[in-house]
């Protein structure tokens, strides 16, 4: 028997791409796709590329034993709570349940939450840091795609204590991260040939990246600058991250620092600490995560790229690996695909 | 027990494209993989996106009951005729075997054909065509990239004696079809932005799109003109076919001819009749051809649009199909992935 | 004195590209630009690129002497009949004055046209062909993309009769000539990577083309197929086109067939008959139009190519050209410049 | 009388780059371009984008007024050597006497220099910096593209002394700035959808981009990190630049950053303070840099981002201005062209 599985809100890129992903994974059977706009429609009629998937979608979900939500943010919260009072489990693709503290979403993403007391049961669904939570999770926040690449690649200096608070990430993005929803930014002969970097009064990853750095290092004060681009390609995150070390650590260079990676990460399945300076090209459909550390020996900085697929790692991959986690499959169970290159 | 598999020249698009394909293969395990410029690498040195796949590449090839050779013309002959004089199967991705008549391989290849005796046993490895040959031959030709398409796409309409022999084939192909060989046209800044026609004077996929036509319908002389042209994307080709309906055929138009290529294709694991133009997008990484079939009815002409990854069905994945079929494996087993969108 | 000239919806890609080029004419001073969508703002807050360009967005178009109209067809016509009263000259970017039989407007742009009477008069703006016309006229249709590089590429064939009706257009256009407004073919991440064909049952250009090739032999029935397809770039239209050489034509082969074209192209300012097939990229940012005739021997088609910038040639730099040959300026005045590459 | 120019080693990015903008510039005529691996070519067989340029590439230049030396570094010294004795005023593209240290070379090029006697009377070719040096120069050394982008973000807060020496260089740079030599890195399938770091353990356009900084506060002792990234695109680059504002300094926030830069860079003929984020397509084809500056107010750094084009602003464009300072001609003279958009 597989387990049943819903999407609500199929229609936008991390809802197309669970499907994708889902449809290959051994012990789960896709039943039931939601999403408001195309109520009535195949799914194949709303992404061609799914031809071989016959499902409809409709405008209720569904009996299911676990479901995704792609839906935005403060929707995606009032489809969920009756869900889980159901006794549904829920893998959140969106941010309602990632921030700690109920009072960041009046100011981050302009809505009163509406269910605060859930907040602390949600577990924030990174596999790396969380992953003995998330196996008995009811209710799985699915981290951002920029927090997923930000937080891998800065883990291990900041839980051991090795970096200033003072950090910078700039981070990459390839334009599906902004979505399907049209907008002149991301017509295509707006944003083709053009990098350009946006949110500089803040980016609403910046306090879920904060959160899970402080998480990591009680008592530790990050002063995270985060600056997001959008570059010229449909996937994929690259996010150079900057830190100082402090005196007298990483004494040995980045020999050190390169085995402080490979031990933090040893065993994990989807995270690879690489000899080379990663391309984003290298993850493209994959639940890869790959990092290079490195140390700039002139001036003491730690220079730390990772790269992610930003629809996979930093959206549908990761979701499905939560659900691995929370019903004990396989955590590589229908994920194993190599990337696809060129 | 697996069978054991190899692969000849892997550093090419074509052998990684192979590589990364029979990871995800149930039935069969990649044990050889060969490669001159890159001996004694590590597999993901060569390709970082294959991380995950443990592989050095050898000058020689290891003991395999099948290998697919994606070594250049006239080399791969070379070194596939002692491998089937040992009993191994042979899936050849170059042309060596593709043409019937050795007289056109000093024409079109410059080189004098080295095994001709072998030219009416090897099998045109296109499944839709001759997939009963296939499962007894012990030495498959893959089909060319622009041939896949174009043959696809023409086949209902020749076989059925519906058009005269003036035929377009007009075809739009991303840039790894020029492989990996470094050149002036596929460098990066001179190819994005571009669109180019080439091979005016004759490209060498045009002998087997005229060779498969005239077997498909015996005494019919097609006279083919057939166009390349890059396009910048990595992959995919778009094939737009243009042939005039014989007078008094599919006097019921488009809906009689739709219903044609329905019927000739019904029960094909990797054709799709679509109800609209499709995109190559829609094929990324996946076995698929789409095939769009339309008629112009202020002319008479049929346009018939088809579109696959030219690393998948126009050579990598048809290759596997070809392998499953000489194997008696499930066709699609290795080739069920949902094309990578967007 | 300099010419005032205005733009009538300067918010669209021709507008801004009108802009743009007419911003370094010597003899031309931009004087007023309108935009519904946009009235009061700076052109430079609709167009970052134009931050030089010192000019607000008006609802009501200033007085001028000659004024470019990039309104959308229908919209056009309305906005211009009342300017030609008044005396001002018209090059007109739309449609609503290209096609001179009045019947098609309703056939192919759903409107019945309200000044059938300026049809004869209005000068269809391709001035290979109508130059002495263009001269005197006070209103100019300029010609849409797909037909400038169509006509451009069959008109020394057709003008001689050389060639059967038969004709095929397969055309490739960067995405800009959908224009800026948002939809989801033209939304980058769906757009990008893709190629595919549209309007299969008849483009609104074809009227055009076939209107053009009668007109330039009296007796000539032409048949075209035209099949535009969309690739992932922002400018360039190549369009490969497909006729049969009657026999006892060309009997010299391309060697007669350059000639023809070179003579026929002599002298003109932005045609380039060119020695090797041509890539869209040779003519960004220029009025160029280039072309390479080439017969295959083997079917004894003629397939002539051709490449246009489909902003520039095919909208905005040609409207100047228009606008040069009316006032008498140079034809090359404020389109002098080097196409832009890589 | 023109001036009469010439090109040493036309057949880079860099020089064909400048052939075609110096084809637009009313004061200079080019007649003389060399090109050691192109001798005994037309100048369009190379580049066929150039149609309308009638120049063969010769071996020796013939006489002129000024030179551009395009030449990779170590070899541009050598030739521009004798040319300096000759009298020939000298533009030098490559970084032979950018940096003053001669110590530097043997560390960052691998060379020792040939004429460190030269150095001191080198100018350093940023007219923003150095307009009234470069007025009196006989030889410039034309900046590097990513140090033209940094310095003048970073220039007004390290002039005024508002910076910590801690700064982080963040650039982005298009694919074109790899020159016109092949290589894997810039092979179109590698390249497209791809975004990566290099240069890790330091890039050669760092000590330029220290010495400057250096140079414009005496005592300051910048600790740069300098990370350039590979984004596809072909032209452009962005730089992002962060650094911590001392205490006490731009207490009035954003607004006293911004009026600090519009009166740096008031009057310059090129450098525009842009209200919004900008994109890297918003220069193209043209010498503009467009600078954003901003505060992050919850972490005190500031965020200063930059774009330009690395050809033309970072290349050919300001060698041309350079020129024009040098020969008194109008500072925008032959760089007065929008940018190409979209």
Chains 1, 2, 3, 4 share one sequence.
Request: proline letters at 7%; a positive charge.
């Amino acid at each position: 028997m597989k387990l049943k599985v819903g999407i609500i809100n199929v229609t936008g890129y991390a809802g197309s791409e669970l499907a994708r992903l889902l449809y290959s994974h051994p012990q789960v059977e896709l039943t039931s796709v939601t999403g408001r706009s195309a109520v009535g429609k195949k799914l194949a009629e709303v992404f061609p590329h799914m031809i071989d998937i016959k499902l409809n979608i409709t405008e209720e979900l569904g009996k299911v034993d676990l479901v995704f939500s792609a839906m935005p943010h403060k929707a995606s919260a009032e489809v969920i709570l009756p869900l889980i009072k159901q006794g549904v489990k829920v893998v959140d693709i969106s941010a309602d349940f990632r921030l700690k503290d109920a009072q960041e979403y009046p100011v981050w993403y302009d809505f009163v939450h509406p269910a605060p007391e859930l907040l602390p049961e949600a577990v924030y669904g990174l596999p790396e840091f969380y992953r003995s939570k998330i196996a008995a999770a009811r209710l799985v926040a699915n981290p951002g795609c920029y927090p997923t690449g930000a937080l891998l690649a800065l883990a291990p200096v900041v839980k051991e204590g090795l970096v200033y608070p003072d950090i910078i990430v700039d981070s990459k993005s390839g334009v599906s991260g902004a979505g399907r929803t049209l907008s002149l930014t991301t017509h295509y002969s707006e944003a083709t040939d053009n990098v350009s970097a946006y949110a500089l009064k803040g980016h609403r990853h910046l306090p879920e990246i904060v959160q899970e750095l402080k998480a990591l290092s009680p008592g530790f004060a990050p002063a995270v600058t985060f600056v997001p681009h959008l570059v010229p390609t449909a996937r994929g995150i690259l996010s150079s991250c900057y830190a100082r070390a402090k005196e007298g650590k990483l004494a040995k260079g980045e020999a050190e620092l390169r085995k402080l990676y490979k031990d933090f990460y040893k065993g994990e399945p989807f995270v690879r600490i690489v000899d080379q300076p990663p391309g984003t090209k290298q993850t493209w459909g994959s639940n890869l995560c790959l990092i290079y550390p490195s140390l700039d020996s002139r001036t003491g900085k730690l220079v730390i790229v990772s790269c992610i697929d930003n629809l996979v790692k930093g959206a549908a991959g990761q979701a499905i690996q939560n659900m691995n986690i929370m019903f004990s499959f396989p955590e590589k169970a229908g994920l194993e695909v190599i990337p696809l290159y060129p």
